[in-house]
């Protein structure tokens, strides 16, 4: 994709190893403009850590790299080790991190970037509480956000609970006022994520290109799909966070819907859950007076992936790679 083309964007991170796989893609992908890290998989200071040893192990170190909020704005912290293992990135060890961070906050990274490219994109592929903060400190910044594509929520089932996906359970204050923001929103959610997972014949194919990253990446998912056959019985880890980066390159990867979301915010079984109203998809949804039925749409909701599509832009991706 030639450089004029490519969406200019901020990844908003928790790495993760799936939080890794986004930012390969998406520095081939994106015009890339930085990494700004959050608490999620692990507490702040790893996440910042192994989004540092990423950016140094795929030789992407002209990526800045900036610190973010370390506690969600109102719940108590959780954080998803269980999958991702006590550092983040268990599973193939990485040389400690050189690369610096640069010293001002996300917040304020995320506003000056506003201010200075036309058209910013933001992927958020963990918990909302960087970008919530900085609507809240800057209230005019959607006037310049082209249009945000999270990983988070879920059409279907939760993760992190029966009804809640992992990072808008983390932070669901932060997720209402993301999604009450008027930011035009792709939300990558569970019910489409879960359908791409790194079995072992993918993780073959990656093996299969034969270089120092692609064989890194390879022994990450090894480790990644094998707490991910523990934990939920899948065939292989899910590429939740590289998709969120796939809905902004290929438009033949996921397929959308406009429906309202709302963020539960007080429920006992579904505080987190994103509760998406899809009844005007329904045919004759409409009130006595004709009008369509369910709130005014606020995000566009991925309901449908081609995941050997997504598999063929990931593998194409990493072979670029040395
Ligand atoms: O629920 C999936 C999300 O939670 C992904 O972003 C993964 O990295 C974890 O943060
Ligand atoms: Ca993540």
């Known amino acids: 994709m030639s450089s004029h083309q490519k969406p200019t964007a901020i990844i908003d991170c928790d790495p993760g190893h799936d ?26 200071e790893q996440t910042t850590r192994n989004a540092r ?30 999958v991702h293992g006590e550092s983040g990135l268990d599973g193939p060890t990485l040389a400690p991190p050189t690369v610096p961070v640069r010293e001002d906050l996300a917040t304020d990274f995320l506003l000056a970037q506003s201010h200075e490219v036309e058209n910013l994109t933001l992927v958020p592929i963990g918990p909302l509480t960087n ?36 990072n808008i359970w983390c932070d669901p204050e932060a997720a209402h006022v993301v999604f009450s923001s008027g930011i035009p929103i792709k939300m990558v959610g569970l019910n489409v994520t879960r359908q791409v997972a790194a079995t072992p014949e993918r993780r073959g194919q990656i093996r299969g290109i034969g270089s120092r990253t692609s064989t890194h990446v390879a022994d990450m998912l090894d480790f990644y799909s094998e707490r991910y056959r523990v ?40 505080y987190g859950m994103t509760v ?31 995941a050997d599509r997504f598999w063929e832009l990931f593998l194409d991706v990493l072979a670029t790679y040395q």
């Open 231 to 270: 934990v939920s019985g899948m065939p292989g880890g899910a590429m939740h966070d590289p998709l969120a980066v796939a809905a902004l390159v290929d438009p033949d990867i996921l397929r959308f819907e406009p429906m309202h979301v709302a963020v539960e915010l007080r429920g006992t079984h579904t």
């Open 276 to 306: 998406c109203d899809a009844r005007h998809l329904r045919a004759g949804s409409t009130d006595a007076l004709g009008t369509p039925r369910g709130e005014t749409p606020n995000a566009e909701v991925a309901v449908e992936v081609n």
């Open 131 to 166: 970008i919530a903060t900085a609507l809240r400190l800057d209230p005019s910044l959607p006037e310049r956000i082209k249009e945000m594509s999270v990983m988070g929520g879920s059409l279907t089932a939760g993760n992190a609970t029966p009804t809640a996906e992992f």
């Open 53 to 82: 040893q990423t950016v140094e192990f795929a030789e992407l170190t002209a990526i800045p790299i900036v610190k973010g909020m370390a506690q969600p704005l109102v719940r108590d912290i959780r954080h998803g080790a269980h």
């Open 19 to 44: 939080d890794v796989m986004a930012i390969l893609l998406g520095a081939r992908v994106l015009d890339l403009r930085g990494l700004t890290t959050v608490f999620g998989n692990v507490d702040l």
